[in-house]
């Protein structure tokens, strides 16, 4: 059993900054991790991936605005600029499999954490 634990959520003005962290109870670095949102009415949408040895992938709408990363322990981050209002959501991070083809699909990711709502006022 892996438990994650988010922080940082919160409300900004948009163009505002917000850095997201999630704090897992066992070593990350060798598998694929994730940040996933859920805005009410909408189907969640992983935000951004990575993997330690490499894999660093994002949603188009985040690129050049969000950066993920990770430690060589047991955390992930995100940190997220200029954001706008179609930004707010919840904000999930969530623990996959240890292969190097991490997916963006959330049914392939194992173990959530309880979210942190994000909010964007223009």
């Known amino acids: 059993q892996v438990q994650l634990v988010e922080s940082g959520g919160g409300s900004v003005q948009a163009g505002g900054s917000l850095l997201l962290s999630c704090t897992a109870s066992?070593?990350?670095?060798?598998?694929?991790m994730g940040w996933f949102r859920q805005a009410p009415g909408k189907e969640r949408e992983a935000v951004a991936i990575?993997?330690?040895?490499?894999?660093i992938r994002y949603a188009d709408s985040v690129k050049g605005r969000f950066t993920i990363s990770q430690d060589a322990a047991k955390t992930l981050s995100l940190q997220m600029n200029s954001l706008k209002p179609e930004d707010s959501a919840i904000y999930y991070c969530?623990?996959?499999?240890?292969?190097?083809?991490?997916?963006?699909?959330?049914?392939?990711?194992?173990?959530w954490g309880q979210g942190t709502q994000v909010t964007v006022s223009s």
């Open positions: 066992r070593y990350i670095y060798s598998y694929c």
């Open positions: 969530a623990l996959g499999p240890g292969i190097s083809a991490c997916s963006d699909d959330g049914s392939h990711y194992y173990y």
């Open positions: 990575i993997r330690y040895a490499g894999v």
